[in-house]
């Protein structure tokens, strides 16, 4: 727990002597708000503008939940099927791969003459790019099941079902949230992304308005709300993934280390 909380106030401490350095060289060096702001400028900025961001960020955290979530729902299974069936794997796979690598950036224009400026659009795109990590990761956990594990059981006379809910899906956990922890990470991005791209709303929308308008402060902020957006949506997942698996070996190390 000390090492914990020291690790914090070592974050902490080295963030506020970041900004002390940030505040100070940009008053000294006489550095144009427009170029870069000072903290305090980016801060007093943000309060006055506080209620624009927080619709915005709202809007913008709909969208993240919304794309992550049906990512979640259809990486799973999907990966599900590519793990126990190799002609799904051959078939399939290939195809996902090519998704992953085919620029998002790219398929936005198409999905805006689809389906307009709305939310859909913008939640697509967020699938996309969350989707690869979630399916690769969940893949990876069900082929690594222990095979001697899967021999103890089949000996035992445990039917394919009952197998599957007490050895193959909870050894796959781990690599689960391996993937959700990534997909997480990549969600803000992604929101931003489908933002810039194919929409009139959201932090994304409004970091485009406020780099038009040279309002650089504005911009710092909202990045600066976007990324606090996405670590909160993160260490989300991993407060889950302590209750779900507290018994890998991971968890048990850092409740030794506390």
């Known amino acids: 727990m000390f090492e914990k909380n020291g690790g914090a106030l070592s974050s902490i401490a080295t963030a506020i002597a970041l900004l002390v350095v940030w505040e100070?060289?940009?008053?000294?060096?006489?550095?144009?708000?427009?170029?870069?702001?000072?903290?305090?400028?980016?801060?007093?900025?943000?309060?006055?503008?506080?209620?624009?961001?927080?619709?915005?960020?709202?809007i913008t955290t709909l969208n993240m939940v919304a794309g992550f979530v049906l990512s979640v729902l259809v990486g799973i299974p999907l990966a599900m099927a590519l793990a126990y069936s190799p002609q799904v794997e051959r078939s399939i796979y290939p195809i996902v791969v090519f998704l992953q690598?085919?620029?998002?950036?790219?398929?936005?224009?198409?999905f805006i003459v689809w389906f307009g400026f709305g939310?859909?659009?913008?939640?697509?795109?967020?699938f996309l790019l969350t989707f690869f990590p979630i399916v690769v990761n969940t893949v990876v956990g069900f082929k690594s099941v222990d095979p001697g594990v899967m021999e103890l059981a089949r000996s035992t006379g445990a039917g394919a079902l009952r197998t599957f809910y007490k050895i193959r899906f909870p050894s796959a956990l781990p690599s689960i949230f391996v993937g959700l922890k990534i997909a997480a990470a990549l969600a803000s991005t992604a929101a931003v992304v489908a933002e810039f791209v194919a929409s009139d709303s959201g932090l994304g929308y409004l970091i485009i308005t406020y780099n038009g308008?040279?309002?650089?402060?504005?911009?710092?902020?909202?990045?600066?709300?976007?990324g606090?957006?996405?670590?909160?949506?993160?260490?989300?997942?991993e407060f889950v993934e302590r209750l779900v698996v507290p018994w890998h070996v991971s968890m048990r190390a850092d409740q030794a280390g506390a």
């Open 101 to 110: 690598i085919l620029p998002k950036i790219a398929i936005a224009p198409l």
């Open 24 to 58: 100070g060289a940009t008053r000294l060096l006489g550095i144009p708000t427009y170029l870069l702001p000072a903290p305090s400028v980016i801060a007093t900025d943000f309060a006055r503008n506080w209620p624009r961001i927080a619709d915005s960020s709202w």
């Open 228 to 237: 606090i957006i996405g670590l909160v949506f993160y260490f989300l997942i």
């Open 213 to 226: 308008q040279l309002a650089t402060p504005m911009v710092f902020a909202t990045i600066i709300v976007l």
């Open 119 to 126: 939310t859909m659009p913008k939640v697509l795109l967020v």
